[in-house]
Protein backbone atom coordinates (compact mmCIF):
# COMPACT_ATOMS: atom_id res chain seq x y z
CA UNK A 1 0.00 0.00 0.00
CA UNK A 2 1.85 3.49 -1.05
CA UNK A 3 2.29 5.81 2.15
CA UNK A 4 -0.18 7.95 0.92
CA UNK A 5 -2.99 5.61 1.38
CA UNK A 6 -1.32 4.36 4.42
CA UNK A 7 -1.96 8.09 6.13
CA UNK A 8 -5.14 8.52 4.77
CA UNK A 9 -6.60 5.75 7.09
CA UNK A 10 -8.20 7.04 9.93
CA UNK A 11 -6.95 4.99 13.03
CA UNK A 12 -3.24 5.53 13.82
CA UNK A 13 -3.37 2.40 15.14
CA UNK A 14 -4.12 0.79 12.03
CA UNK A 15 -1.62 3.26 10.15
CA UNK A 16 0.94 1.58 12.96
CA UNK A 17 -0.12 -1.90 12.12
CA UNK A 18 0.27 -1.74 8.21
CA UNK A 19 3.98 -0.11 9.12
CA UNK A 20 4.90 -2.84 11.45
CA UNK A 21 3.76 -5.48 9.32
CA UNK A 22 5.59 -4.51 6.13
CA UNK A 23 8.43 -4.16 8.69
CA UNK A 24 7.89 -7.63 9.64
CA UNK A 25 7.83 -8.58 5.78
CA UNK A 26 10.96 -6.85 5.34
CA UNK A 27 9.47 -3.82 3.00
CA UNK A 28 9.97 -1.57 5.23
CA UNK A 29 14.03 -0.66 4.83
CA UNK A 30 16.30 -1.76 8.26
CA UNK A 31 17.94 1.53 8.16
CA UNK A 32 14.54 3.34 8.62
CA UNK A 33 13.29 4.44 12.40
CA UNK A 34 11.30 1.15 13.36
CA UNK A 35 7.51 1.81 13.38
CA UNK A 36 6.57 3.12 17.07
CA UNK A 37 2.96 3.57 17.93
CA UNK A 38 3.21 7.09 19.91
CA UNK A 39 -0.56 6.81 21.19
CA UNK A 40 -0.14 3.41 22.75
CA UNK A 41 1.95 2.25 25.50
CA UNK A 42 5.36 1.65 24.99
CA UNK A 43 6.45 -1.68 24.24
CA UNK A 44 6.71 -4.45 26.39
CA UNK A 45 10.02 -5.36 27.31
CA UNK A 46 9.86 -8.58 25.05
CA UNK A 47 8.26 -7.15 22.48
CA UNK A 48 10.75 -3.86 22.65
CA UNK A 49 13.71 -7.15 22.20
CA UNK A 50 12.25 -8.67 19.68
CA UNK A 51 12.17 -6.07 17.11
CA UNK A 52 15.01 -4.45 18.16
CA UNK A 53 17.81 -6.91 18.08
CA UNK A 54 20.92 -5.52 16.10
CA UNK A 55 21.04 -9.47 14.22
CA UNK A 56 19.36 -9.74 11.21
CA UNK A 57 16.41 -12.23 11.75
CA UNK A 58 14.37 -14.22 9.12
CA UNK A 59 10.91 -13.55 9.27
CA UNK A 60 9.79 -16.78 10.79
CA UNK A 61 12.28 -16.05 13.53
CA UNK A 62 11.06 -12.38 14.47
CA UNK A 63 7.55 -14.08 14.83
CA UNK A 64 8.30 -16.24 17.90
CA UNK A 65 6.68 -16.49 20.25
CA UNK A 66 3.58 -16.20 18.50
CA UNK A 67 2.36 -14.93 21.76
CA UNK A 68 4.55 -11.78 21.88
CA UNK A 69 3.00 -10.56 18.60
CA UNK A 70 -0.64 -11.20 19.37
CA UNK A 71 0.13 -9.27 23.34
CA UNK A 72 1.25 -6.43 21.11
CA UNK A 73 -1.56 -6.25 18.27
CA UNK A 74 -4.16 -6.54 21.43
CA UNK A 75 -2.29 -3.68 23.23
CA UNK A 76 -2.58 -1.37 20.36
CA UNK A 77 -6.51 -2.13 19.64
CA UNK A 78 -7.69 -2.06 23.13
CA UNK A 79 -9.37 1.34 22.50
CA UNK A 80 -11.75 0.25 19.83
CA UNK A 81 -14.65 -1.42 21.59
CA UNK A 82 -16.93 -1.12 18.76
CA UNK A 83 -16.58 -2.81 14.99
CA UNK A 84 -18.83 -3.88 12.28
CA UNK A 85 -18.64 -7.62 12.89
CA UNK A 86 -16.92 -9.24 16.18
CA UNK A 87 -16.08 -13.13 15.65
CA UNK A 88 -15.76 -14.95 18.92
CA UNK A 89 -13.29 -17.60 19.17
CA UNK A 90 -9.94 -17.66 16.72
CA UNK A 91 -10.13 -20.80 15.62
CA UNK A 92 -10.27 -23.10 12.66
CA UNK A 93 -13.40 -22.03 11.34
CA UNK A 94 -12.72 -18.08 12.47
CA UNK A 95 -9.95 -18.01 10.35
CA UNK A 96 -11.74 -19.09 6.83
CA UNK A 97 -14.19 -16.37 7.94
CA UNK A 98 -11.68 -13.52 8.27
CA UNK A 99 -10.92 -15.05 4.81
CA UNK A 100 -14.49 -14.60 3.60
CA UNK A 101 -14.93 -11.53 4.82
CA UNK A 102 -11.63 -10.18 3.23
CA UNK A 103 -12.87 -11.70 -0.01
CA UNK A 104 -16.16 -9.72 0.36
CA UNK A 105 -14.42 -6.19 0.82
CA UNK A 106 -14.36 -5.86 4.38
CA UNK A 107 -12.95 -2.53 5.48
CA UNK A 108 -10.20 -2.35 7.87
CA UNK A 109 -11.12 -1.63 11.44
CA UNK A 110 -14.15 -3.33 10.66
CA UNK A 111 -13.64 -6.95 11.85
CA UNK A 112 -12.78 -8.18 15.09
CA UNK A 113 -11.43 -11.42 16.46
CA UNK A 114 -11.65 -12.34 19.95
CA UNK A 115 -9.49 -15.50 20.63
CA UNK A 116 -8.40 -17.33 24.01
CA UNK A 117 -5.38 -18.86 22.70
CA UNK A 118 -2.51 -16.91 22.05
CA UNK A 119 -2.59 -17.73 18.17
CA UNK A 120 -3.72 -16.32 15.10
CA UNK A 121 -6.44 -18.82 13.31
CA UNK A 122 -4.84 -22.25 12.50
CA UNK A 123 -5.66 -25.59 11.03
CA UNK A 124 -6.45 -27.70 14.22
CA UNK A 125 -5.94 -31.19 12.64
CA UNK A 126 -2.42 -30.02 12.21
CA UNK A 127 -1.62 -30.63 15.46
CA UNK A 128 -1.89 -34.33 15.52
CA UNK A 129 -0.86 -35.29 11.69
CA UNK A 130 2.24 -32.67 12.09
CA UNK A 131 2.86 -31.09 15.57
CA UNK A 132 3.30 -34.24 17.43
CA UNK A 133 5.46 -36.19 15.03
CA UNK A 134 7.48 -33.16 13.18
CA UNK A 135 9.20 -30.33 15.20
CA UNK A 136 9.13 -28.65 12.45
CA UNK A 137 5.74 -28.29 12.03
CA UNK A 138 5.36 -25.63 14.23
CA UNK A 139 3.20 -22.18 14.00
CA UNK A 140 3.39 -20.08 11.95
CA UNK A 141 3.39 -22.79 9.54
CA UNK A 142 0.06 -24.22 9.75
CA UNK A 143 -2.28 -21.07 10.13
CA UNK A 144 -5.39 -21.07 8.00
CA UNK A 145 -6.24 -21.65 5.27
CA UNK A 146 -3.36 -23.98 4.21
CA UNK A 147 -5.07 -27.10 4.80
CA UNK A 148 -7.37 -26.61 2.15
CA UNK A 149 -4.74 -25.19 0.00
CA UNK A 150 -5.48 -21.40 0.57
CA UNK A 151 -3.07 -19.18 1.72
CA UNK A 152 -1.45 -19.50 4.68
CA UNK A 153 -2.78 -16.22 6.87
CA UNK A 154 0.01 -15.28 8.75
CA UNK A 155 -0.46 -12.56 11.77
CA UNK A 156 0.52 -9.64 9.36
CA UNK A 157 -2.21 -11.09 6.68
CA UNK A 158 -4.67 -10.14 9.79
CA UNK A 159 -2.58 -6.37 10.30
CA UNK A 160 -2.45 -5.74 5.90
CA UNK A 161 -6.17 -6.59 5.72
CA UNK A 162 -7.24 -4.09 9.30
CA UNK A 163 -8.48 -7.21 11.41
CA UNK A 164 -8.33 -6.14 14.74
CA UNK A 165 -7.26 -9.17 16.87
CA UNK A 166 -7.28 -9.26 20.40
CA UNK A 167 -5.90 -12.98 21.12
CA UNK A 168 -4.81 -14.36 24.79
CA UNK A 169 -7.66 -13.80 26.61
CA UNK A 170 -11.68 -15.22 26.79
CA UNK A 171 -14.65 -13.89 26.66
CA UNK A 172 -15.88 -14.23 29.52
CA UNK A 173 -19.65 -12.71 29.05
CA UNK A 174 -21.77 -12.81 25.82
CA UNK A 175 -25.01 -10.66 25.67
CA UNK A 176 -26.67 -11.56 22.29
CA UNK A 177 -29.18 -9.39 21.61
CA UNK A 178 -26.81 -6.26 22.14
CA UNK A 179 -24.36 -8.23 20.07
CA UNK A 180 -21.45 -7.13 22.61
CA UNK A 181 -19.50 -9.22 24.68
CA UNK A 182 -17.11 -9.06 27.83
CA UNK A 183 -13.16 -10.00 27.60
CA UNK A 184 -11.93 -11.82 30.46
CA UNK A 185 -14.51 -9.29 32.57
CA UNK A 186 -13.06 -6.35 31.37
CA UNK A 187 -13.58 -4.44 28.15
CA UNK A 188 -16.56 -4.79 26.42
CA UNK A 189 -16.54 -5.18 22.46
CA UNK A 190 -19.86 -4.47 20.93
CA UNK A 191 -20.67 -5.18 17.00
CA UNK A 192 -22.65 -3.08 14.90
CA UNK A 193 -24.09 -5.73 12.20
CA UNK A 194 -22.65 -8.97 13.48
CA UNK A 195 -21.73 -11.53 15.78
CA UNK A 196 -20.36 -15.06 14.79
CA UNK A 197 -19.90 -17.65 17.68
CA UNK A 198 -16.77 -20.13 16.89
CA UNK A 199 -15.67 -21.09 20.28
CA UNK A 200 -15.72 -24.89 18.87
CA UNK A 201 -15.47 -28.05 21.25
CA UNK A 202 -13.38 -28.96 24.12
CA UNK A 203 -11.85 -32.11 25.04
CA UNK A 204 -14.18 -34.47 28.15
CA UNK A 205 -11.76 -34.67 30.55
CA UNK A 206 -11.63 -37.42 33.03
CA UNK A 207 -12.60 -35.42 36.07
CA UNK A 208 -13.94 -38.01 38.22
CA UNK A 209 -11.58 -40.97 37.40
CA UNK A 210 -8.87 -41.11 40.08
CA UNK A 211 -5.66 -40.03 39.84
CA UNK A 212 -7.09 -37.45 37.15
CA UNK A 213 -4.87 -34.56 38.06
CA UNK A 214 -1.22 -36.60 38.12
CA UNK A 215 1.25 -34.65 35.97
CA UNK A 216 1.99 -36.70 32.69
CA UNK A 217 -2.04 -37.07 31.72
CA UNK A 218 -2.64 -35.11 28.62
CA UNK A 219 -5.56 -33.96 26.33
CA UNK A 220 -5.07 -32.86 22.54
CA UNK A 221 -6.85 -29.53 21.44
CA UNK A 222 -5.03 -26.47 21.67
CA UNK A 223 -1.67 -25.47 20.04
CA UNK A 224 -0.37 -25.54 23.49
CA UNK A 225 -1.51 -28.96 24.39
CA UNK A 226 0.06 -30.36 21.13
CA UNK A 227 3.62 -28.69 21.46
CA UNK A 228 3.73 -29.93 25.26
CA UNK A 229 2.10 -33.48 24.12
CA UNK A 230 5.00 -33.25 20.82
CA UNK A 231 8.29 -33.13 24.01
CA UNK A 232 6.49 -35.58 26.56
CA UNK A 233 6.76 -37.91 23.38
CA UNK A 234 10.77 -37.27 22.80
CA UNK A 235 11.30 -37.34 26.54
CA UNK A 236 9.39 -40.67 26.45
CA UNK A 237 11.22 -43.02 23.51
CA UNK A 238 11.10 -46.18 24.28
CA UNK A 239 9.11 -46.22 26.84
CA UNK A 240 5.18 -46.90 27.54
CA UNK A 241 2.72 -44.56 26.23
CA UNK A 242 -1.22 -45.31 27.18
CA UNK A 243 -3.66 -43.66 24.82
CA UNK A 244 -6.99 -43.91 26.35
CA UNK A 245 -9.84 -43.99 23.53
CA UNK A 246 -9.97 -45.71 20.36
CA UNK A 247 -11.78 -42.81 18.24
CA UNK A 248 -9.57 -40.91 15.33
CA UNK A 249 -7.71 -38.58 18.15
CA UNK A 250 -6.61 -41.49 20.02
CA UNK A 251 -5.71 -43.34 16.86
CA UNK A 252 -3.24 -40.53 15.38
CA UNK A 253 -1.96 -40.07 19.21
CA UNK A 254 -0.93 -43.60 18.74
CA UNK A 255 0.61 -43.51 15.73
CA UNK A 256 2.46 -40.47 16.30
CA UNK A 257 3.61 -42.52 19.38
CA UNK A 258 5.08 -45.10 17.37
CA UNK A 259 6.51 -42.83 14.88
CA UNK A 260 8.12 -41.53 17.12
CA UNK A 261 9.87 -44.50 18.86
CA UNK A 262 7.55 -44.82 21.96
CA UNK A 263 5.91 -48.20 22.69
CA UNK A 264 1.79 -47.70 22.95
CA UNK A 265 -1.00 -49.01 24.61
CA UNK A 266 -4.35 -48.70 23.51
CA UNK A 267 -7.42 -48.55 25.99
CA UNK A 268 -10.63 -48.33 25.16
CA UNK A 269 -14.15 -49.92 25.77
CA UNK A 270 -15.61 -50.66 22.55
CA UNK A 271 -15.08 -53.99 20.61
CA UNK A 272 -12.71 -51.90 17.31
CA UNK A 273 -11.48 -48.96 16.43
CA UNK A 274 -12.99 -45.84 15.52
CA UNK A 275 -16.14 -47.71 16.89
CA UNK A 276 -18.98 -44.51 15.31
CA UNK A 277 -17.58 -45.02 11.45
CA UNK A 278 -15.96 -48.07 11.23
CA UNK A 279 -17.33 -51.70 10.83
CA UNK A 280 -15.12 -54.52 12.59
CA UNK A 281 -14.03 -55.09 9.09
CA UNK A 282 -12.64 -51.70 8.38
CA UNK A 283 -11.52 -51.05 11.41
CA UNK A 284 -9.65 -55.08 11.17
CA UNK A 285 -7.04 -53.98 8.65
CA UNK A 286 -5.97 -50.50 10.87
CA UNK A 287 -5.80 -52.72 13.79
CA UNK A 288 -3.61 -55.17 12.29
CA UNK A 289 -1.10 -51.83 11.23
CA UNK A 290 -0.84 -50.86 14.83
CA UNK A 291 -0.77 -54.31 16.02
CA UNK A 292 2.68 -54.96 13.89
CA UNK A 293 3.49 -51.97 14.79
CA UNK A 294 4.11 -53.60 18.76
CA UNK A 295 0.97 -51.08 19.70
CA UNK A 296 -1.00 -53.72 22.65
CA UNK A 297 -4.58 -53.18 22.68
CA UNK A 298 -6.96 -53.41 26.31
CA UNK A 299 -10.59 -52.97 24.43
CA UNK A 300 -13.58 -54.73 24.29
CA UNK A 301 -15.32 -53.87 27.73
CA UNK A 302 -11.69 -52.78 29.25
CA UNK A 303 -12.42 -49.06 30.63
CA UNK A 304 -9.63 -47.13 32.46
CA UNK A 305 -10.82 -47.10 36.06
CA UNK A 306 -7.73 -45.29 38.03
CA UNK A 307 -4.66 -43.13 37.10
CA UNK A 308 -2.01 -44.46 39.42
CA UNK A 309 0.65 -41.97 40.18
CA UNK A 310 4.40 -42.20 41.92
CA UNK A 311 5.66 -40.58 44.87
CA UNK A 312 6.17 -37.45 42.71
CA UNK A 313 2.37 -37.09 41.67
CA UNK A 314 3.60 -38.52 38.40
CA UNK A 315 1.75 -40.86 36.16
CA UNK A 316 2.82 -44.18 36.33
CA UNK A 317 -0.13 -46.53 34.90
CA UNK A 318 -3.36 -47.41 34.79
CA UNK A 319 -6.00 -49.62 36.62
CA UNK A 320 -8.07 -50.96 33.83
CA UNK A 321 -11.02 -52.87 34.56
CA UNK A 322 -11.88 -56.04 32.35
CA UNK A 323 -15.43 -56.78 31.58
CA UNK A 324 -16.49 -57.71 34.80
CA UNK A 325 -13.21 -59.95 35.46
CA UNK A 326 -11.44 -57.91 37.80
CA UNK A 327 -8.86 -55.28 37.41
CA UNK A 328 -5.55 -55.01 35.98
CA UNK A 329 -2.78 -52.42 36.41
CA UNK A 330 -0.39 -51.28 33.40
CA UNK A 331 2.28 -49.01 33.40
CA UNK A 332 2.80 -46.44 31.26
CA UNK A 333 5.29 -43.27 31.45
CA UNK A 334 2.61 -41.05 29.86
CA UNK A 335 -1.15 -41.04 29.28
CA UNK A 336 -3.17 -39.24 26.77
CA UNK A 337 -6.55 -39.30 26.55
CA UNK A 338 -9.03 -38.80 23.51
CA UNK A 339 -12.37 -39.93 24.41
CA UNK A 340 -14.43 -37.34 22.65
CA UNK A 341 -15.53 -33.52 22.67
CA UNK A 342 -18.07 -31.12 23.37
CA UNK A 343 -19.54 -28.04 22.33
CA UNK A 344 -17.74 -24.83 24.20
CA UNK A 345 -20.90 -22.95 24.57
CA UNK A 346 -21.27 -22.14 28.61
CA UNK A 347 -21.18 -19.02 27.78
CA UNK A 348 -24.76 -18.88 25.27
CA UNK A 349 -26.78 -20.79 27.30
CA UNK A 350 -30.08 -18.26 27.69
CA UNK A 351 -28.81 -16.09 25.02
CA UNK A 352 -29.50 -17.87 22.16
CA UNK A 353 -31.70 -21.11 21.37
CA UNK A 354 -29.29 -24.36 22.02
CA UNK A 355 -30.30 -28.25 21.60
CA UNK A 356 -29.68 -30.81 24.61
CA UNK A 357 -26.05 -31.46 23.90
CA UNK A 358 -24.67 -27.76 23.86
CA UNK A 359 -25.21 -27.20 19.96
CA UNK A 360 -25.99 -23.41 19.07
CA UNK A 361 -29.20 -24.10 17.08
CA UNK A 362 -28.97 -22.33 13.74
CA UNK A 363 -31.08 -21.99 10.81
CA UNK A 364 -29.87 -23.17 7.00
CA UNK A 365 -28.03 -19.42 6.67
CA UNK A 366 -25.97 -20.45 9.97
CA UNK A 367 -28.21 -17.69 12.20
CA UNK A 368 -29.09 -18.25 15.38
CA UNK A 369 -32.23 -17.42 17.13
CA UNK A 370 -31.12 -13.64 18.07
CA UNK A 371 -30.91 -11.73 14.69
CA UNK A 372 -27.35 -10.44 14.01
CA UNK A 373 -25.85 -13.86 15.87
CA UNK A 374 -25.18 -16.43 14.02
CA UNK A 375 -23.20 -19.92 14.83
CA UNK A 376 -20.46 -21.39 12.87
CA UNK A 377 -17.96 -24.77 13.38
CA UNK A 378 -17.82 -27.36 15.74
CA UNK A 379 -20.92 -25.84 17.89
CA UNK A 380 -23.32 -25.18 14.93
CA UNK A 381 -26.51 -27.34 14.83
CA UNK A 382 -27.40 -26.45 11.57
CA UNK A 383 -30.44 -28.30 9.40
CA UNK A 384 -28.67 -30.86 7.15
CA UNK A 385 -30.30 -30.36 3.48
CA UNK A 386 -29.35 -33.31 2.05
CA UNK A 387 -30.82 -36.00 4.77
CA UNK A 388 -34.17 -33.82 5.02
CA UNK A 389 -33.02 -30.45 6.96
CA UNK A 390 -32.51 -32.88 10.01
CA UNK A 391 -30.54 -31.10 12.66
CA UNK A 392 -26.71 -31.83 12.95
CA UNK A 393 -24.02 -30.75 14.46
CA UNK A 394 -20.58 -31.69 12.97
CA UNK A 395 -17.27 -31.64 14.73
CA UNK A 396 -15.17 -31.73 11.59
CA UNK A 397 -12.53 -29.00 10.05
CA UNK A 398 -14.46 -28.98 6.09
CA UNK A 399 -17.88 -28.30 7.95
CA UNK A 400 -15.72 -25.07 9.93
CA UNK A 401 -14.47 -24.21 7.05
CA UNK A 402 -17.64 -24.62 5.03
CA UNK A 403 -20.26 -23.07 7.72
CA UNK A 404 -17.76 -20.14 8.03
CA UNK A 405 -17.35 -18.78 3.98
CA UNK A 406 -21.67 -19.63 4.01
CA UNK A 407 -22.53 -17.66 7.25
CA UNK A 408 -20.00 -14.70 6.23
CA UNK A 409 -22.19 -14.89 2.55
CA UNK A 410 -25.26 -14.44 4.33
CA UNK A 411 -23.91 -11.73 6.02
CA UNK A 412 -22.17 -9.68 3.45
CA UNK A 413 -24.65 -10.26 1.18
CA UNK A 414 -28.00 -11.41 2.58
CA UNK A 415 -28.11 -14.22 1.08
CA UNK A 416 -30.44 -17.09 2.02
CA UNK A 417 -28.73 -19.60 0.26
CA UNK A 418 -29.09 -22.42 2.16
CA UNK A 419 -26.17 -24.70 3.82
CA UNK A 420 -25.93 -27.54 1.64
CA UNK A 421 -22.91 -29.77 3.29
CA UNK A 422 -21.62 -33.17 2.45
CA UNK A 423 -20.82 -34.83 5.51
CA UNK A 424 -17.43 -35.55 5.21
CA UNK A 425 -14.52 -37.19 7.65
CA UNK A 426 -10.44 -38.17 6.76
CA UNK A 427 -7.82 -38.93 8.73
CA UNK A 428 -4.34 -39.91 8.83
CA UNK A 429 -2.33 -42.28 9.83
CA UNK A 430 1.24 -43.81 9.09
CA UNK A 431 1.68 -43.68 5.18
CA UNK A 432 -2.27 -44.35 5.43
CA UNK A 433 -4.63 -41.82 4.63
CA UNK A 434 -8.68 -42.25 4.43
CA UNK A 435 -11.42 -40.72 3.73
CA UNK A 436 -15.60 -41.20 4.55
CA UNK A 437 -18.38 -39.10 2.55
CA UNK A 438 -22.51 -39.64 3.45
CA UNK A 439 -23.49 -41.52 6.20
CA UNK A 440 -22.77 -44.95 7.76
CA UNK A 441 -25.96 -46.47 7.49
CA UNK A 442 -27.14 -49.54 6.25
CA UNK A 443 -25.36 -52.95 4.94
CA UNK A 444 -21.20 -52.75 4.86
CA UNK A 445 -19.05 -54.25 2.21
CA UNK A 446 -15.44 -53.90 1.85
CA UNK A 447 -13.18 -54.52 -1.01
CA UNK A 448 -9.47 -54.58 -0.81
CA UNK A 449 -6.98 -55.09 1.70
CA UNK A 450 -4.90 -52.05 1.56
CA UNK A 451 -3.09 -53.14 -1.83
CA UNK A 452 -3.01 -49.98 -1.73
CA UNK A 453 -6.55 -49.26 -1.41
CA UNK A 454 -9.66 -50.19 0.69
CA UNK A 455 -13.28 -49.62 -0.77
CA UNK A 456 -16.16 -50.14 1.44
CA UNK A 457 -19.63 -48.89 0.50
CA UNK A 458 -23.07 -48.54 3.29
CA UNK A 459 -26.08 -49.29 0.80
CA UNK A 460 -29.70 -48.80 2.57
CA UNK A 461 -32.86 -49.60 0.82
CA UNK A 462 -30.81 -50.55 -2.42
CA UNK A 463 -28.91 -47.37 -2.75
CA UNK A 464 -25.48 -45.89 -1.56
CA UNK A 465 -25.79 -44.06 1.89
CA UNK A 466 -21.94 -43.74 2.66
CA UNK A 467 -19.03 -44.55 1.02
CA UNK A 468 -15.11 -45.12 2.88
CA UNK A 469 -11.69 -45.48 0.98
CA UNK A 470 -8.26 -46.22 2.36
CA UNK A 471 -5.70 -44.03 -0.02
CA UNK A 472 -7.77 -42.56 -2.60
CA UNK A 473 -6.41 -40.60 -5.47
CA UNK A 474 -8.15 -36.75 -6.18
CA UNK A 475 -9.83 -38.46 -9.02
CA UNK A 476 -11.42 -41.03 -6.16
CA UNK A 477 -12.09 -38.42 -4.48
CA UNK A 478 -13.99 -36.43 -6.82
CA UNK A 479 -16.05 -39.77 -7.67
CA UNK A 480 -17.03 -40.20 -3.72
CA UNK A 481 -18.14 -37.25 -3.58
CA UNK A 482 -21.15 -37.90 -6.71
CA UNK A 483 -21.50 -41.45 -4.99
CA UNK A 484 -22.38 -39.73 -1.30
CA UNK A 485 -24.80 -36.78 -3.51
CA UNK A 486 -26.34 -39.05 -5.74
CA UNK A 487 -27.04 -41.88 -4.05
CA UNK A 488 -26.59 -44.47 -6.76
CA UNK A 489 -28.61 -47.97 -6.94
CA UNK A 490 -26.42 -50.62 -6.48
CA UNK A 491 -26.24 -54.56 -6.15
CA UNK A 492 -24.69 -55.18 -3.00
CA UNK A 493 -24.22 -59.48 -3.64
CA UNK A 494 -22.64 -57.79 -7.18
CA UNK A 495 -20.66 -55.53 -4.98
CA UNK A 496 -19.44 -58.44 -2.92
CA UNK A 497 -18.35 -60.59 -5.19
CA UNK A 498 -15.45 -57.67 -6.85
CA UNK A 499 -11.98 -58.74 -6.29
CA UNK A 500 -10.30 -55.48 -6.61
CA UNK A 501 -11.31 -51.55 -5.87
CA UNK A 502 -11.83 -50.93 -9.64
CA UNK A 503 -14.09 -53.90 -10.10
CA UNK A 504 -15.73 -51.78 -7.14
CA UNK A 505 -15.57 -48.97 -8.51
CA UNK A 506 -16.87 -49.96 -11.86
CA UNK A 507 -20.32 -50.86 -10.54
CA UNK A 508 -20.68 -47.39 -8.58
CA UNK A 509 -19.82 -44.94 -11.93
C1 LIG B 1 -5.97 -32.93 17.29
C2 LIG B 1 -7.14 -32.74 16.38
C3 LIG B 1 -7.15 -33.35 15.15
C4 LIG B 1 -8.23 -33.18 14.30
N1 LIG B 1 -8.22 -33.82 13.10
C5 LIG B 1 -9.29 -33.73 12.29
C6 LIG B 1 -9.33 -34.43 11.06
O1 LIG B 1 -8.41 -35.18 10.73
N2 LIG B 1 -10.40 -34.28 10.26
C7 LIG B 1 -11.45 -33.47 10.60
O2 LIG B 1 -12.41 -33.37 9.84
N3 LIG B 1 -11.44 -32.79 11.77
C8 LIG B 1 -10.40 -32.91 12.62
N4 LIG B 1 -10.40 -32.25 13.82
C9 LIG B 1 -11.56 -31.42 14.18
C10 LIG B 1 -11.41 -30.00 13.64
O3 LIG B 1 -10.16 -29.50 14.00
C11 LIG B 1 -12.52 -29.14 14.20
O4 LIG B 1 -13.73 -29.60 13.65
C12 LIG B 1 -12.32 -27.67 13.89
O5 LIG B 1 -11.17 -27.19 14.53
C13 LIG B 1 -13.52 -26.86 14.34
O6 LIG B 1 -13.28 -25.51 14.14
P1 LIG B 1 -13.92 -24.42 15.14
O7 LIG B 1 -13.41 -23.10 14.70
O8 LIG B 1 -15.35 -24.66 15.27
O9 LIG B 1 -13.28 -24.76 16.55
P2 LIG B 1 -11.78 -24.58 17.02
O10 LIG B 1 -10.85 -24.78 15.90
O11 LIG B 1 -11.63 -25.44 18.22
O12 LIG B 1 -11.68 -23.06 17.46
C14 LIG B 1 -12.39 -22.55 18.55
C15 LIG B 1 -11.53 -21.49 19.20
O13 LIG B 1 -12.34 -20.75 20.10
C16 LIG B 1 -11.60 -20.52 21.28
N5 LIG B 1 -12.52 -20.24 22.38
C17 LIG B 1 -13.28 -21.12 23.08
N6 LIG B 1 -13.96 -20.47 24.04
C18 LIG B 1 -13.62 -19.16 23.93
C19 LIG B 1 -13.99 -17.99 24.65
N7 LIG B 1 -14.85 -18.02 25.67
N8 LIG B 1 -13.45 -16.81 24.27
C20 LIG B 1 -12.58 -16.75 23.22
N9 LIG B 1 -12.19 -17.82 22.53
C21 LIG B 1 -12.71 -19.02 22.88
C22 LIG B 1 -10.82 -21.81 21.46
O14 LIG B 1 -9.72 -21.61 22.32
C23 LIG B 1 -10.39 -22.08 20.02
O15 LIG B 1 -9.19 -21.43 19.72
C24 LIG B 1 -9.33 -32.38 14.69
C25 LIG B 1 -9.32 -31.78 15.95
C26 LIG B 1 -8.25 -31.96 16.79
C27 LIG B 1 -8.25 -31.32 18.16
Known amino acids: MPDTKITQLRSPQLQHQILLSRYLRGQQQEREPLPTDRSRKPYTEGIYRLFHTPVPLQLSQRLRPPLMLSTHIRSMASAASSFKYIIVGAGNAAGYAARQFVHHGVKPGELCLIGSEPYFPYERPALSKGVLMNPKARLPGFHTCVGSGGDRQSPEWYTEHGIIAKLGKPVTSVDATAKSVVIDGGETVTATEAVILATGAEPIRLSKTPGHDLKGIHYLRENDDGVALADALQANKDKWVMVVG?????????????????????????NHLMPRLFTPDIAKHYEKVFKDKGAVFFNNGRL?????????????????????????????????????????TALFKGQVDMDQRGGVVTDATLATSVTGVYAIGDIATYPLKMYNNRPERTEHVQNARETAAHAVDAIMTGSNEPYDYLPYFYSRIFNLSWQFFGENVGDNTVIGDFDPKLLSVWVKDGKVHGIFMEGPSADDTANMKNVARDQPALDLEAFRQCKTVEEGWKLLL
Not at 320 to 339: F, H, P, R, Y
Request: aromatic share 6%.
Open 246 to 270: GGYIGMEVAAAALTVGCKVKLVFPE
Open 304 to 344: CKAFLGDDQAYVRGAKICQNGQGDIEEDASLIVVGVGARAT
